[in-house]
């Protein structure tokens, strides 16, 4: 199958004029969408502005044999492709023209917890506020919808945005990145920059040759430990803190969750709450998670919104030099310095 997007589809199609070709109507309700695309075998071609039915189609006939052709590149995605795209960044296929160009950098992160923690990071030690009166850059109109939700941030500094999406774990910064800088042949637009902030669960090496794998679809230069695809810098930033904690806490892996102990270590918050851990971890006959040691810190402080509210709150709440210590001391603020474009 393959679906045509875009306003050159009259050029592709002279290409594939022998093959039965399908124009499903405007403003047709979703029952109606959904007969229409039980009714099709899966072999034919689909002109379409229709996100809606783009959607069904990539839900009911994935694989890499079947394609999104955007005409006015002439460049394609498999669905798969199309479907991570979809799925995960709520990416507009039908594509359009982009004005302008701003200076802009994508971070991906492993989940929303991570995004609100780099989003605070940002603007108290670099100066970035919320984008909300500025709008989206055009290089990111073709996912403006996505930081609409609560979880996808877009701030700004100067007229230079940092994007910072939440992905789903390691494996989905991975993702994210080979679908967007394939989103960026095709759709013809760029960013400036594109930061990976995954943990190094099982070491430095693997995560590298997770992200080489990845690369190695693409066309690239490296450059020390930075990578080079087009006009687009990717940066690598690796999470492998650890902090000493109290015997009774048990530290399972680096994580962003070290440089909230971090904060809460410096603004004395660990120290208060050093018996209720001791009494914990005799009452439960183990040692208490890294979690559970900042949730009792969300009681202490009687903060009883959400675990990612609590990282914003008390990140704006540090002195600006004192978050600066811990990020260098974790040893991630050069490489988010190097993210801002």
Same mark, same amino acid.
């Given at each position: ?10 050029? =592709? ?5 022998? +093959?039965?070709?399908?124009? /499903? $109507?405007?403003? !047709?309700?979703?029952?109606? %969408?959904? &007969? ?88 108290? =030690? ?5 984008? +909300?009166?500025?709008?989206? /850059? $055009?290089?990111? !109109?073709?996912?403006?919808? %996505?930081? &609409? ?193």
């Amino acid at each position: 199958m393959i679906i045509i997007t875009g306003t050159k589809y009259e050029a =592709v199609l002279e290409e594939v004029n022998h +093959r039965k070709i399908l124009f /499903p $109507e405007y403003g !047709k309700n979703r029952a109606l %969408l959904k &007969e229409f695309v039980r009714s099709i075998k899966g072999d034919e071609i689909i002109v379409t502005a229709s996100l809606e039915l783009m959607d069904l189609l990539l839900m009911n006939f994935r694989g890499n044999e079947n394609l999104v052709v955007y005409s006015n590149t002439g460049e394609a995605l498999t669905f798969n492709e199309a479907y991570g795209l979809r799925k995960y960044l709520d990416f507009d296929l039908r594509g359009g023209k982009s004005g302008e160009s701003s200076k802009v950098s994508v971070l991906f992160v492993e989940g929303k917890t991570d995004s609100k923690f780099f989003k605070a990071a940002y603007k108290k =030690v670099f100066g970035f506020k919320e984008s +909300r009166s500025k709008g989206i /850059p $055009e290089n990111l !109109k073709l996912m403006e919808r %996505l930081f &609409e939700r609560d979880n996808y941030e877009l701030i700004v500094k100067d007229d230079s945005y940092i994007a910072i999406i939440p992905s789903e774990g390691n494996s989905g910064v991975i993702r994210n990145l080979g679908n967007f800088l394939r989103a960026m042949e095709v759709f013809a637009f760029m960013v400036n920059k594109i930061g990976l902030a995954i943990d190094i669960d099982d070491g430095r090496e693997h995560v590298m040759e997770s992200i080489t794998g990845k690369l190695s679809l693409f066309k690239y230069k490296k450059s020390g430990d930075r990578f080079i695809v087009g006009d687009t810098t990717i940066i690598p930033l690796l999470i492998g803190a650890k902090i000493e904690l109290n015997p009774c806490v048990e530290w399972q892996k680096p994580a962003v969750e070290d440089f909230m102990l971090a904060v809460l270590q410096a603004d004395g918050t660990l120290e208060k709450i050093e018996r209720a851990i001791n009494i914990l971890c005799i009452d439960l006959k183990r040692k208490l998670k890294p979690k559970e040691v900042i949730y009792l810190a969300m009681a202490a402080k009687k903060f009883w919104g959400n675990l990612e509210g609590f990282y914003e709150m008390m990140i704006m709440r540090t002195p600006r030099w004192k978050m600066e210590r811990i990020l260098k001391k974790g040893g991630i603020y050069d490489k988010m310095r190097e993210v801002v474009p």
